[in-house]
């Protein structure tokens, strides 16, 4: 029997958990006052582990995804976690054992920017939900409100080695909106599908896209200064915001605000107050070194930080800058020239900001490309390789894993399969970074979410159910 969605949703209970709000103030009489504050995560996750067994995979070759390798090796997995990794774990009795000669296990691929369910497949009008095209600046909407948990591209993206992936708003505004980090599950609502404690992300973009879009409009951004300008601007009131909430806090703390002295809430400011509170993760879409130049330069001026720039086929030119500023470049392979600002887009791009030591990444921004993260990170080091660089693979495996973990701000628990991490890994029946590489199996948190061997763990989406087509091994 074919596993559908809501089939496997019956294992999941849902638990919900309130954000705290700040301690109660002492009035000039002793009694306490309360405090209003925005809250930091008023649509928290939902999400539980699917159930998994205590499982040691054997004689594999395994890149860690933080560029170590063993070979062969053994991992244990065990509570969710990875409990052993080395030439040699213990096998507890009754454990789960795969002897895996001549395969691979690698850290799950994390793939920082995807659009999956807020773009969802079919790719129909009706599933256009990524771009909120009303304002060049909406940092007020949420790409998880747009997603789709029924979007068949979840189950693909498993099937590619995916274990968590960040889901953008478009990039048609500069401010986009706020991204989320969801791991590729199967759920009936998006929170359940939340990685829990993941920051928040403001999606930012610059270049043709907002000034064609509102240009169009024949209304500012036309140009590129107009871009700087009114983003510019938008920070400059969302300074003024913030200092509104810390001169209220700051007031009520010591007795002398009430709650309804509180600044009104909006919703655009609270996303931009928390990127300037350093809470959520600029993620920028932006692909010109000119323009990220005077993108970090207007972070400096207000005092936030890039986190990642996106797509970035000029890196390689401000690399040294980029490492710097401790900035990751999420790029493609080999995708450039199909507009004018990707013009001067190389293959070498990844190999030489990594090269550099700035943090590389390799991304999909794509559904289909999501589901081969691994020969695209096989092109650009090849391409790498080709210019004389010596790039071993279990440190291109980093591009996949632990780097995207980091620009997500997970990578203490994800990323890598080191002891007490997340068990989110996948086994190959081949070297993953070559055309032959194919997961076989997917574990996330422990759990075998996908068996390439095994009909029963393919899942399909609820969607897909009766349509032409359903069953496609994927």
């Known amino acids: 029997m074919r596993l559908g969605w809501q089939s496997i949703l019956a294992t999941l209970a849902l638990s919900a958990c309130a ?3 700040p301690p109660p103030a002492a009035t ?6 309360e405090i209003v504050a925005a809250p930091s995560d008023p649509w928290p996750s939902q999400y539980k582990p699917y159930p998994g067994v205590t499982t040691v995979i054997r004689g594999a070759t395994i890149y860690d995804g933080a560029g170590r390798k063993y070979a062969p090796g053994m991992v244990r997995i065990e509570n969710g976690k990875v409990a052993e990794i080395g030439g040699s774990v213990a096998i507890p009795t009754g454990a789960t054992v795969i002897d895996a000669p001549g395969q691979y296990v690698t850290a799950g691929i994390i793939d920082i920017h995807s659009h999956l369910g807020a773009y969802a497949t079919p790719g129909v009008e009706a599933h256009s939900d990524g771009n909120e095209a009303t304002s060049p600046a909406r940092p007020e909407v949420w790409a998880e409100h747009s997603v789709w948990p029924q979007d068949p591209g979840f189950s693909r993206a498993i099937a590619g080695g995916i274990t968590a992936l960040h889901v953008l708003p478009g990039s048609a505004n500069l401010f986009g909106g706020r991204g989320t980090t969801l791991k590729p599950v199967y759920a009936r609502s998006v929170q359940e599908m939340k990685f829990p404690g993941a920051p928040y992300s403001l999606k930012m973009a610059c270049g043709e896209n907002p000034k064609r879009v509102y240009g169009a409009k024949n209304q500012m951004p036309q ?4 871009n700087i300008a009114y983003a510019r601007q938008a920070w400059a009131d969302a300074a003024g915001y913030k200092r509104r909430w810390d001169d209220y806090t700051r007031r009520a703390k010591a007795g002398t605000a009430k709650p309804t002295d509180a ?7 609270d996303t931009l107050m928390g990127v300037l509170s350093g809470d959520i993760l600029v993620q920028n879409h932006c692909y010109r070194a000119d323009e990220m130049a005077n993108v970090i330069a207007m972070s400096h001026e207000f005092g936030y930080k890039v ?3 996106h797509h970035a086929v000029e890196s390689y030119k401000i690399a040294d800058m980029l490492k710097a500023e401790g900035i990751c470049s999420a790029m493609w392979a080999d995708w450039y020239g199909f507009k004018m600002e990707s013009f001067d887009g ?3 791009n990844i190999a030489l900001v990594d090269n550099a030591g700035a943090c590389a990444i390799v991304h999909s921004d794509d559904a289909n490309g999501i589901q081969r993260l691994n020969q695209e990170a096989a092109k650009a080091m090849a391409a790498g390789r080709r210019m004389g660089m010596a790039l071993a693979p279990e440190h291109v495996w980093t591009w996949l894993a632990i780097n995207p973990a980091r620009g997500l701000g997970i990578d203490k628990r994800t990323g890598s399969l080191e002891v007490g991490k997340a068990a989110d890994l996948v086994l190959w029946n081949a070297d993953p970074l070559s055309v032959q590489g194919r997961a076989m ?4 948190d422990g759990a075998l979410m996908y068996d390439w061997g095994d009909p029963k763990r393919r899942a399909t989406s609820d969607f897909e159910l009766g349509q032409p087509g359903v069953g496609e091994p994927k």
């Open 19 to 21: 954000g705290k709000a």
């Open 28 to 33: 000039a009489g002793g009694a306490p006052t």
């Open 223 to 226: 140009t590129r200064m107009g």
């Open 263 to 269: 600044p009104r809430r909006e919703l655009a400011g």
């Open 307 to 309: 986190t990642a720039f």
């Open 346 to 348: 190389i293959r070498e």
């Open 441 to 444: 199996k997917v574990w996330i």
